[in-house]
């Protein structure tokens, strides 16, 4: 059974940077059927999909535009676990932090299958 | 972006009612949608993949249906675990998007 388990602070400063870690179990993060995703929701935003990486035969990463030069995401293959940097975060940021898995099989995609349990992120000084 | 419309917002009823919500896209996206559903404090639940496809393990009272820009989630027989949120999502083209939710009440 696939898990995602996510750590990191609560609570950042505006202009500091957003760090989150998400780690799995029951999978590899080098697994040439899995993506990594990482997402957001606010009420005043709903979700916002902020990008994914994945391993196929190098590393790849999608960003979001609207994020695109602030967000960065870190594949640690040792430790089996990938983290996000999103860095000038401002009160706007603010938001419950989610990773979750993406499988793609032979042309079929079957969603955010599993995901973490969620970092409520504040910004605020 | 592929901008998703989600109705009603809120839909009001009944144990052992049948509800359906309505996801309706931008541009098309043939069949590249999800369904979730979503309960307080906790991370999605992903229901349905590739429009109709039923993920492992979630009951058979859900469906879904739909391609191109309209797409339908039906509920047979309401279930007290079912009063909840749901979604949609499209995963055709980046960014991912989803709908504002549905929230499904007594």
């Known amino acids: 059974q696939v898990q995602l388990y996510q750590s990191g602070p609560g609570l950042v400063k505006p202009s500091q940077t957003l760090s989150l870690t998400c780690a799995i179990s029951?999978?590899?993060?080098?697994?040439?059927?899995?993506?990594w995703n990482w997402l957001r929701q606010s009420p005043s935003r709903g979700f916002e999909w902020l990008g994914r990486?994945?391993?196929?035969?190098?590393?790849?990463?999608d960003y979001a535009t609207f994020v695109k030069g602030r967000i960065m995401f870190n594949s640690d293959t040792s430790r089996n676990q990938f983290s996000l940097q999103l860095n000038s975060v401002t009160p706007g940021d603010t938001a419950v932090y989610y990773c979750?898995?993406?499988?793609?099989?032979?042309?079929?995609?079957?969603?955010?299958?599993?995901w973490g349990q969620g970092t409520s992120v504040t910004v605020s000084s | 972006d592929t901008q998703m419309t989600q109705s009603p917002s809120t839909l009001s009823a009944s144990i052992g009612d049948r509800v359906t919500i309505s996801c309706r896209t931008s541009?098309?996206?043939?069949?590249?949608l999800a369904w979730y559903q979503q309960r307080p404090g906790k991370p999605p639940k992903l229901l349905m993949y590739?429009?109709?496809r039923l993920e492992r393990g979630v009951s058979s009272r859900f469906s879904g249906s739909g391609s191109g820009t309209d797409f339908t989630l039906t509920i047979n027989n309401l279930q007290p675990d079912d009063f909840a949120v749901y979604y949609c999502?499209?995963?055709?083209?980046?960014?991912?998007?989803f709908g504002q939710g549905t929230r499904v009440e007594i």
């Open positions: 541009q098309s996206i043939t069949d590249w």
């Open positions: 590739q429009g109709s």
């Open positions: 029951g999978d590899h993060i080098s697994s040439n059927r899995a993506a």
């Open positions: 979750a898995r993406e499988v793609t099989k032979l042309g079929t995609n079957y969603g955010l299958g599993v």
């Open positions: 990486t994945y391993y196929r035969s190098k590393w790849y990463n």
């Open positions: 999502q499209q995963y055709k083209t980046y960014p991912w998007t």
